[in-house]
């Protein structure tokens, strides 16, 4: 969708236009600003309208930016290598990428070499585990998400990391880690502790809680951009103050997914280091759920960060019938379909909008409308929710006969689905998926796994047969 096709909102505009204008901000250097909603409502459409049409140019914004969908943010690494990659100033543009931040590189190329060493010494010291070096790598991906010495969290537990897609290697990695001598502490050279030099303070470091320096790496590269050489990196090559950036401008969206890879670095580690930086910081989180929920550090720390959050909501009947009219419809009768069908939600329109310009549901529109659909869920949510599109009533009871049984994945599941608004349908008196995408979700199912298809269907008129007691009201 472009600026043309948004419509309503004006008072939500505003106030996120009074917030990138420093007009709204918090107490202290950094400003944070949740946009909160079911996928589908419009978030990332709202922020980029009011972006692209608000003069910020006086604000002198150095941009970072990183999107949960972008398959690159997978882990802790990979995520902060797309924050320094998508740093979008003018006063920068010319500039080779990754210059402006030697200090953030220093650690991501620390952090390369030390994960090849474990993994090269792994291999010598159990040649035949050659999935097992697979988990190593996802196991250091995960302690240093963490926060956590990677001695300090084995044996392998839930206390600080999901394990469970380590647990057919859960035996070799305990076993192997805690004597592995590249994720020992080194000790200093003769030079490094004369105060010469770094490079095995900062590989200490790392081992100890990637976290910090990734941190610390942050605020020094982000002082010297926005603000000054700080003092204490009177030794660190660097450049100096870059004319015409004076404020960053920190963006995350669809929070939910980045969380896993950098929530504990963002919440515990980089928001805090910024709150006492020489520059000022406006974040803006785009999510799902209410901020506060996901975890304790934004009350516990960042409390006097936060503004009032944004919560969207549907579009009014009126807003939709100009949404479909700005896409040239102006039957009632089309009006009257789409808004029946999309419930209010402009993700779904654009998608509507897309078939009916198709001509239809093919195949290849429904592959799209599956992955457009699908694209903000987890595996786990993907698996839930095949299952309720075979449900005419979505309740703990029903899904724990889908699931054979399983009382706890029901719990999950269930959970997941009353919150999830973008797919449950928001105006009948049972919980159930919206029938425009129901029909939709479940076709594709059909045409890309026939025998899969059946199988679910036979559940779904199993699960949903009410007991001869049972009467409808």
């Not at 076993?175 to 490094?192: C, D, N, W």
């Not at 103050?241 to 963006?251: H, P, S, V, Y």
């Not at 929070?255 to 406006?282: C, D, T, W």
Request: charged share 30%; glycine share 6%.
């Amino acid at each position: 969708m472009t600026n043309s096709h948004f419509v309503g909102r004006l008072t939500t505009v505003e106030r996120l236009r009074s917030v990138l204008k420093g007009l709204t901000r918090a107490d202290g250097k950094v400003t944070l600003q949740s946009i909160e909603g079911p996928g589908g409502i419009g978030k990332t459409f709202l922020l980029d309208h009011v972006m692209t049409t608000t003069p910020l140019a006086e604000r002198q914004y150095l941009q970072l930016r990183i999107d949960g969908n972008d398959p690159s943010a997978a882990n802790l690494i990979r995520a902060v290598s797309r924050m320094i990659d998508s740093a979008d100033a003018e006063a920068i543009r010319s500039y080779p990428a990754r210059s402006c931040f030697p200090e953030v590189t220093r650690v991501l190329e620390a952090i390369e070499t030390i994960k090849n060493e474990a993994m090269t010494e792994f291999e010598k010291r159990s040649p035949s585990e050659k999935e097992g070096l697979i988990a190593l790598s996802r196991f250091l991906d995960l302690a240093f998400e963490a926060g956590r010495h990677v001695n300090n969290i084995v044996p392998l537990t839930k206390q600080y990391m999901n394990v469970r897609e380590l647990e057919n290697h859960r035996k070799s990695l305990q076993a192997l880690i805690p004597i592995m001598e590249s994720l020992h502490e080194e000790t200093l050279g003769f030079l490094e502790r004369l105060g010469l030099g770094k490079a095995t303070a900062l590989r200490n470091a790392i081992k100890e809680n990637a976290c910090r320096p990734f941190a610390e790496a942050f605020l020094s590269d982000l002082s010297a951009i926005l603000a000054e050489y700080r003092a204490e990196d009177w030794y660190k090559p660097t450049h100096s103050k870059i004319e015409g950036i004076a404020r960053l401008l920190l963006i995350f969206d669809d929070y939910e997914k980045l969380q896993v890879s950098i929530g504990e670095f963002v919440v515990s580690y980089l928001l805090p280091a910024l709150k006492s930086a020489r520059f000022e910081s406006v974040v803006i989180i785009l999510g799902r759920d209410q901020l506060q929920a996901t975890h304790p550090a934004w009350d516990q720390h960042l409390r006097l960060t936060l503004l009032p959050r944004i919560v969207l909501e549907p579009l009014s009947r009126q807003n939709m019938e100009d949404l479909v009219e700005s896409y040239g419809i102006r039957s009632p009768g089309e009006k009257e379909r789409a808004w029946q069908d999309t419930q209010g939600y402009p993700f779904y329109v654009q998608l509507w909008i897309e078939e009916v310009e198709a001509g239809g549901r093919s195949a290849v529109m429904l592959k799209r409308f599956y992955d457009r659909t699908t694209r903000w869920m987890s595996d786990k949510e993907k698996e839930w929710l095949h299952l309720t599109l075979f449900l005419q009533e979505v309740n703990k009871r029903s899904l724990r006969s889908m699931m054979g049984g399983d009382e706890k994945e029901a719990e999950s599941a269930f959970k997941w689905f009353e919150r999830e608004g973008s797919v449950r349908d928001t105006v009948g008196g049972v919980f159930r998926v919206r029938e425009y995408l129901r029909s939709r979700l479940s076709d594709y199912l059909r045409i890309s796994d026939p025998d899969l298809y059946e199988q679910w269907e036979r559940k779904g008129r199993s699960a949903t047969n009410r007991p001869p007691c049972f009467t409808s009201r």
